[in-house]
C-alpha cells in the first residue's frame, strides 16, 4: 500500500471513568502539555460507568489549549446526525477549531436497544451512516434550508449552521467491506483499532477504501488513516516503548498509516510517548521519505517528494503532482479608521518561489485548510461588525445586541473575574496563539530564511490581541451602561483593517511553505 504522505499525528484515547472524572482531563492536560496532536474518550452513552462523551471532550476543551478532540467514535443510534453537527460544530468555534469528529455505525446493539436507540441490520447501519455524513455536512454549510429524505435521517427545511470554526473531519471507525467502501466513497479519515482490525488486515481494508475513493471521483489520499493502538501481549506495538518507533513508521510507509492514538491513563506514558516515541517515528518517516527508502529500515526505491507520481497510478498520495493551486486571499485595501497599527511597506518577504515546482495534492491541503480557516474569520467578522451596527444605528437596544453576538457562540472571556468576550475574539486569539507555537517554530526550522516573515506575522499578532483587548473593553462598557459608542464603532473599524490586511499578508507568504513543509502539527 501506498505512504498518502499525510503528516503524523500522534495522540490518546481516554477512558473518562465516572468515579475518577478527574484522571481523564488531567491526563489530556498532560498530553496538551506534552505536544501531542489529539485527545479522544471513547462513546458508550449506556454504560453508566462511564461519563458522556461529548461532556467530556468540552471540559477537555476548555482546560487545554493546543490538542485536537474527538469522539473515538460517537455511536450514530444514540446521537442524532442533526445534533451531532451542531455539538461538533459549537464546541469547534470555542475551541478555536480544534475538534474532529470520529463516528461509528453502532455497536453493542442490546444496550443501544435498552437506551432507545433504534437496531439496525449491518445493511441498515451502512446506509444510516451514509446519511448521516450527508447531513452533517449540509448543516455545516452555512445559508438556506436543507432537505435530506433519507430511509433512517429526515430533514425537512432545517436551517444550517452553525459552520464550525474550520473544516472538521469526519472519520468513519469501520471493519466490514460495506463500510470500508462507504469511508473511501464520503469521509475524511478510517478510523480503526487493532483489536478489531489488526495490521496484517490494514492492507485489504486500504485497498477497499482506495478503489472506492478513486470510484467516487475522491483521491485516496482524501481520506486519513488512523489508528487506535492496543500494546502488550498479542496487541500492536509489540515489545517496551523504545521499540515502537520504528515499528509505527512502517506502518506510516508501508500502509499510510499516519495517525496513532495510544489508549492509556497514566500521564506518564503519555509523556514518555510524546518526548520519546512521537519524535523518533516523525524521524524515520521524515529521512525515510526524503532518501526515498520503502521502509523505515528498508532500502527498495521510492519516488522522491519531487518526483512522487512518476510510477504510481495517482502519485503520492493518490494523485500526480501539480502547480500549487492555493490562492491567497488579495486585501481590498479599504480602510474603514484613521489609525494605522503598521507600516504595511515595511513587511519583509520570504525567499523566492520557483514557479515551476509541483506538489502533491495532499501537501497542498494544510494551506487550504489555512485559508478556509481564514475565511471563516473574514466571515465572521463581518457578522460581527453588521450586529454592532445594528446597535449603533439603533436597530437594537444593549440587550438585543449582546442576543445577537450570541450567535456568533458568544461566551465569556473569563468567567472567574465576569469579562465579557465575543467568541469571535477568543477563536482569533487561539488561531495566532496555534500558529505562533506550532506552524511558525516549524516553518523557521524548514526555512531559515523565512525567519524575517515569521518574525513580522508574529508582532502583527501582539497588535491584534490588543485591539480585540480594546473592543472586548469597550463592547462591555456598552452593553452595561450604554457608554462608549465611539469606541465600540473605533475598535471594530480598526480591527477590521487589521485583522483582515493581516489575514492576506499571511496567505501571500505562508501558503508555498506550507504546501513545501507542511504544518508540523
Avoid at 105 to 110: M, S
Avoid at 332 to 339: H, I, P
Avoid at 432 to 445: A, G
Wanted: include cysteine.
Amino acid at each position: 500500500m501506498p505512504d498518502y504522505g499525510h503528516n503524523l499525528l500522534f495522540g490518546t484515547v481516554l477512558m473518562p471513568s465516572a468515579g475518577q472524572a478527574e484522571e481523564a482531563v488531567a491526563s489530556a492536560q498532560a498530553a496538551d502539555r506534552a505536544g501531542l496532536d489529539l485527545v479522544s474518550v471513547p462513546d458508550h452513552p449506556y454504560r453508566p460507568g462511564l461519563l458522556d462523551a461529548w461532556t467530556v471532550l468540552s471540559f477537555i476543551a476548555a482546560s487545554t489549549s493546543r490538542v485536537r478532540v474527538f469522539p473515538n467514535v460517537a455511536s450514530l443510534p444514540l446521537r442524532p446526525p442533526a445534533v451531532l453537527a451542531r455539538a461538533a460544530a459549537g464546541l469547534d468555534r470555542l475551541s478555536g477549531g480544534r475538534v474532529e469528529l470520529g463516528i461509528g455505525a453502532g455497536a453493542y446493539w442490546d444496550s443501544i436497544a435498552a437506551d432507545g436507540g433504534t437496531r439496525r441490520t449491518p445493511g441498515e447501519a451502512v446506509r444510516a451512516t451514509r446519511e448521516a455524513v450527508e447531513v452533517i455536512r449540509a448543516l455545516w454549510t452555512q445559508g438556506g434550508s436543507v432537505h435530506v429524505d433519507g430511509e433512517h435521517y429526515r430533514l425537512d427545511g432545517a436551517s444550517s449552521g452553525p459552520a464550525p470554526a474550520h473544516p472538521v473531519g469526519i472519520w468513519i471507525g469501520a471493519i466490514g467491506p460495506r463500510m470500508l467502501d462507504l469511508t473511501g466513497s464520503v469521509a475524511d479519515g478510517w478510523l480503526p483499532s487493532v483489536p478489531h482490525v489488526p495490521p496484517g488486515r490494514l492492507a485489504a481494508g486500504h485497498r477497499i477504501i482506495d478503489e472506492a475513493a478513486v470510484r467516487a471521483g475522491r483521491p485516496p489520499d482524501a481520506v486519513r488513516r488512523l489508528y487506535n493502538l492496543s500494546p502488550g501481549p498479542g496487541g500492536f506495538p509489540e515489545g517496551p516503548p523504545g521499540a515502537w518507533p520504528e515499528q509505527l513508521a512502517a506502518l506510516a510507509l508501508e500502509h499510510g498509516t499516519s495517525a496513532f492514538l495510544l489508549p492509556v491513563q497514566q500521564p506518564r506514558l503519555l509523556e514518555l510517548f510524546a518526548a520519546e516515541v512521537a519524535p523518533a517515528t516523525r524521524e524515520l518517516v521524515s529521512t525515510a521519505r526524503r532518501s526515498g527508502t520503502d521502509t523505515a529500515s528498508g532500502d527498495r526505491p521510492r519516488p522522491s517528494a519531487e518526483a512522487a507520481g512518476s510510477d504510481l497510478p495517482h502519485g503520492r498520495g493518490g494523485s500526480p503532482p501539480e502547480r500549487l493551486s492555493v490562492r491567497a486571499t488579495p486585501d481590498d485595501r479599504v480602510r474603514r479608521s484613521a489609525e494605522r497599527l503598521w507600516d504595511e511597506s515595511t513587511r519583509p518577504t520570504g525567499p523566492a518561489v520557483d514557479p515551476d515546482r509541483r506538489y502533491a495534492r495532499s501537501a497542498q491541503e494544510p494551506a487550504r485548510n489555512l485559508v478556509a480557516a481564514h475565511d471563516r474569520l473574514r466571515s465572521d467578522l463581518d457578522r460581527l461588525r453588521h450586529v454592532v451596527r445594528q446597535v449603533l444605528e439603533d436597530g437594537a437596544d444593549p440587550g438585543g445586541a449582546r442576543s445577537g453576538i450570541q450567535k456568533l457562540s458568544v461566551r465569556r472571556n473569563s468567567w472567574a473575574l465576569g469579562a465579557y468576550c465575543a467568541s469571535y475574539c477568543q477563536v482569533t486569539t487561539l488561531h495566532h496563539t496555534r500558529e505562533d507555537q506550532d506552524l511558525f517554530p516549524h516553518l523557521r526550522r524548514s526555512e531559515p530564511l523565512l525567519a524575517p516573515v515569521l518574525d513580522r506575522l508574529a508582532e502583527e499578532h501582539h497588535a491584534v490581541r490588543g485591539v480585540i483587548d480594546r473592543l472586548d473593553r469597550a463592547l462591555v462598557a456598552f452593553i452595561g451602561d450604554g457608554s462608549g459608542r465611539d469606541g465600540l464603532q473605533a475598535a471594530v473599524d480598526l480591527l477590521a483593517d487589521a485583522l483582515l490586511s493581516h489575514l492576506a499578508y499571511e496567505e501571500r507568504e505562508l501558503i508555498e511553505p506550507m504546501a513545501r513543509f507542511g504544518t508540523g502539527w
